[in-house]
């Protein structure tokens, strides 16, 4: 089964630009979380998608956004990049079954550097 | 707020020796807690999960135990090798669907 996949791995912009970044979740998981890892502040939990509903956010600003489609698979779209939004990007996928005891499986990560 | 912390942060041993990482939370009303090992910029790897109701989980080389009631967890690497460096991390999940991760502990195994 393949695993979960993010386009594209590595991405530049500049300060101002807005960025959109994809995922592909493992087949049959319906649920999406975004992460954000960086390292002053590790890895943070940006939102999770399930269902095409964003179901869970974590204390991010407005610029960041994200959707899910009824395949699953999953963007998240940063506005206005500033340059602390330089970061690894991770998404992950899981089940998500009622009782959200199942694992998560890890994407490789986009690499967003802003100039 | 859960806040997670991993110690120690960084660690260096030779080839062939028992370690033990530690991970510890602040709020035990917790669902599950997962390790997972990260190589330098990638993504992460699960290593074990254990459920809330369970004490200790292993795979291989690998046994992670967890005390929810004092908020701690321990991974175990039996007889390390070269391969097994990496940064560990551990996360909790908690009521929401999403992972409340530690700082991380850079493991560096010298040959």
């Known amino acids: 089964k393949a695993g979960v996949t993010q386009t594209p791995r590595y991405l530049i912009k500049t300060r101002g630009q807005q960025v959109t970044l994809s995922c592909s979740p493992i087949?049959?998981?319906?649920?999406v979380s975004w992460y954000q890892q960086t390292p002053g502040q590790g890895l943070q939990f940006l939102f999770e998608?399930?269902?095409?509903?964003?179901?869970n956010k974590g204390n991010f600003p407005g610029r960041f956004s994200g959707r899910q489609f009824s395949n699953s698979r999953s963007e998240m779209n940063v506005s206005t990049l500033e340059l602390g939004d330089s970061a690894l990007y991770l998404c992950?996928?899981?089940?998500?079954?009622?009782?959200?005891?199942?694992?998560?499986?890890f994407g490789p990560g986009t690499r967003l550097t802003v100039l | 707020k859960q806040e997670v912390t991993q110690i120690p942060a960084a660690l260096s041993v030779p080839e062939g020796e028992n370690l033990v990482l530690n991970c510890s939370f602040t709020?035990?009303?917790?669902?599950?807690l997962q390790w997972f090992r990260q190589d330098p910029g990638k993504g992460l790897t699960s290593l074990l999960l254990?459920?809330?109701?369970?004490r200790e989980q292993t795979s291989g080389r690998l046994n992670a135990s967890l005390d929810k009631s004092s908020g701690r967890s321990t991974l175990y690497i039996a007889a390390s090798q070269p391969g097994d460096s990496a940064t560990y991390l551990c996360?909790?999940?908690?009521?929401?669907?999403?992972?409340?991760f530690g700082t991380g502990t850079r493991l560096t195994v010298i040959p």
């Open positions: 996360a909790v999940k908690t009521g929401a669907n999403n992972l409340f």
């Open positions: 087949s049959g998981h319906r649920s």
């Open positions: 992950a996928s899981s089940l998500a079954g009622g009782a959200y005891t199942d694992t998560q499986y």
């Open positions: 254990i459920q809330s109701s369970q």
């Open positions: 709020d035990s009303a917790i669902y599950n």
């Open positions: 998608y399930f269902s095409e509903t964003q179901r």
